[in-house]
C-alpha cells in the first residue's frame, strides 16, 4: 500500500510529460506563409463600442470620422485591398429584381433614407438612395455623411470590377436558404469570377454553406455557429493530439483574450488543421462576428509572429498600414486624423 502514491504519482508524471510533448508547439514544424487580413465590410465607420454596437441600426452611434468611405461599398472596397489587406468582405443580400447588392442590414431605415426591406426594392430603387443619410456621431445632432451615399449601394459587379487584381473575396451570405448559394454562383460565373481560381471562399447559415461546398467542391465555406463549434470541441479534447471531427475541414474562430487556452497554440495547432484542410481566424471580442474585428495596431503584436491563417479586421484603415507601411497612401492629413482616432479609441476602451 505505501507503494501506491509513489506509483500514482509516476503516472501522473508521465502523463503530463506526454501531453506537454504531444501538444508542445515549439516542436511543431514551422508554419509556412504568413497571417492574412479580412477587412470585413472594405473600409467602414465603426460604431461606438458597447451591448448597442450589435444592433441593427449601428449607424446611428458611430465614432467621430475619420475617413470619408462607407462599409460594403465599391470604392471602399478597393480602398482597403489597396492598403494591403488581402480579403475583402462583402455583405450579399438579393434585390426584389434578382440583383445581387453589397448591403448589411435586412433593412434600409437606419443607414439610408429609404424604408422596408432590401429584398422588397429593385436595384433601381435602392440606386436612388442615399446610403450615408442616417449615419451619426452624435445622436443625431450631425450627420457627416448626409447626402453623399446616392448610388453608393454597389451590385456585385461594380464590387468586383473596383477590386485590384489577386484580391480575394469573402462573400457573406445573409440569407438561410440554399437558394441564394445557387444564385451567387449562377451570377459569379456570368460575372466571370471563379471562386476556385480566385481563392475566394463564403460565410453564412449552413444550408447556403453546404450548397456552396456542393457546387465549388473544396472551396472555403463555412458558418458561424460550426466554427465556434470547432473551437470548443478543440479546447475540450485537443489534448488528446487528435482534431475533432467538427474541425476537419473546417473553420476554428480563436480570439485573441484566449488563444493559449487551445491546445499546441500557435504551430501544432496550425499542423494539425491543416492536415485535415481546415483554416483558422483569429478575431477579437468573443468570436461571436458580431463584434469581432480587430480595431487597434497594437493588436497585431498579439497575434504570433508563426501565425498564417487569418485575421479578422474591423478598421483595416488604421490597423492594415501598420502591418504594410510600404502600402500606406493616405496623405499626412489622414494619418494624422487617424492617429487621433486610434488615440480616442483606446481611452473608449
Known sequence: ????????????????????????????????????????????????????????????????????????????????????????????????????????????????????????????????????????????????????????????????????PRTRVMYRMDDSSPEFAEKLAAALKELGRDPVASRDSFYGFDAPVDKIRSLYPGIWAWSPRAAQQCASDYKLYGWTGMLPDSCKGGTMLVTLDSQFFYWGWPNRLIARMEEQGGQIIVAAGDGSMADGGVTLPEQLGEVPSSFNGYLWVADPWIVTPALYSSRDFRTAEEQRAAIKATEERRARQ
Not at 508524471?13 to 508542445?24: D, P, Q, R, S
Not at 450627420?143 to 473596383?162: D, K, N, W
Open 1 to 164: 500500500m505505501k507503494g501506491w502514491p509513489l506509483r500514482i504519482a509516476a503516472i501522473g508524471a508521465i502523463a503530463f510529460f506526454a501531453l506537454t510533448f504531444v501538444n508542445a508547439s515549439w516542436l511543431a514544424p514551422d508554419p509556412k506563409g504568413s497571417v492574412k487580413l479580412i477587412a470585413e465590410h472594405g473600409l467602414a465607420q465603426l460604431p461606438m463600442p458597447g451591448p448597442q454596437a450589435r444592433e441593427e441600426c449601428a449607424a446611428t452611434r458611430i465614432e467621430p470620422p475619420n475617413h470619408r468611405w462607407l462599409d460594403n461599398t465599391a470604392e471602399g472596397a478597393r480602398k482597403a485591398a489597396q492598403l494591403g489587406t488581402q480579403v475583402i468582405g462583402a455583405d450579399l443580400r438579393l434585390t426584389a429584381d434578382g440583383q445581387f447588392v453589397l448591403f448589411h442590414d435586412a433593412q434600409l431605415d437606419c443607414r439610408t433614407n429609404g424604408s422596408g426591406r432590401v429584398q422588397d426594392m429593385t436595384l433601381a430603387e435602392l440606386k436612388a438612395l442615399d446610403m450615408g443619410h442616417g449615419y451619426t456621431p452624435d445622436g443625431g445632432k450631425t450627420f457627416p455623411f448626409r447626402g453623399q451615399g446616392v448610388g453608393q449601394i454597389a451590385t456585385l459587379s461594380e464590387f468586383l470590377r473596383a477590386l485590384p
